[in-house]
């Protein structure tokens, strides 16, 4: 399968997404950064060579965390003496964790492109200056003949703003929100 194959390409955005996740879930499970780095890379591997029985009208996360879990509870089988070893049950409901961690986040990115998209114009360039193009608030406050303490104060009140929006619309939309 080369770079270039659609299923590689699939395969390539689909795991650069779910990797953190997948690595998070490993790491909680097996405790130690070796056993982790060996599980992703396992379970980079299986999932690739079984990328033909993936639905993709399914999340990928909840299909590879599955993967993931089966090498998990293949390597426990095999160190079956270690009594710090996550029983199956255990393994489900941190595979559904992090598959829900992954859903929120994607709900409350949603949420703040709403809320970020309601500001008015010259608070969202504020923001774009600040964090998208990284420009210090001493150099914004000097283009626009002002003090570093009224474009911080600034920022404070428009990430407020943001912050209760996104709250409000992730409330809507039956989400947990954590203040």
């Avoid at 033909?52 to 003496?81: C, E, K, M, Q």
């Avoid at 598959?99 to 360039?125: F, W």
């Avoid at 200056?129 to 003949?145: F, L, M, T």
Wanted: charged share 25%; proline share 4%.
């Amino acid at each position: 399968m080369s770079l270039s194959d659609p299923k590689m390409k699939l395969f390539t955005r689909c795991w650069t997404t779910a990797l953190p996740a997948v690595s998070a879930y490993i790491l909680a499970a097996t405790r130690d950064a070796t056993d982790t780095e060996d599980l992703v890379h396992d379970v980079a591997q299986s999932a690739l060579e079984h990328l033909d029985t993936y639905d993709t009208s399914r999340p990928f996360d909840a299909w590879v965390l599955g993967i993931a879990r089966n090498r998990i509870l293949n390597h426990f089988r095999s160190r079956r003496r270690d009594r710090h070893v996550f029983g199956e049950p255990a393994l489900i409901a941190l595979a559904a964790a992090y598959e829900g961690i992954d859903h929120h986040k994607e709900a409350m990115q949603l949420a703040l492109e709403h809320c970020t998209g309601s500001l008015p114009a010259n608070q969202r360039q504020l923001l774009e200056k600040r964090y998208r193009d990284e420009v210090p608030v001493q150099d914004i406050a000097a283009s626009s003949n002002t003090t570093p303490h009224a474009v911080s104060n600034a920022l404070h009140r428009i990430r407020q703003k943001l912050a209760e929006c996104v709250r409000r619309q992730m409330s809507a939309e039956g989400g947990v929100t954590h203040g």
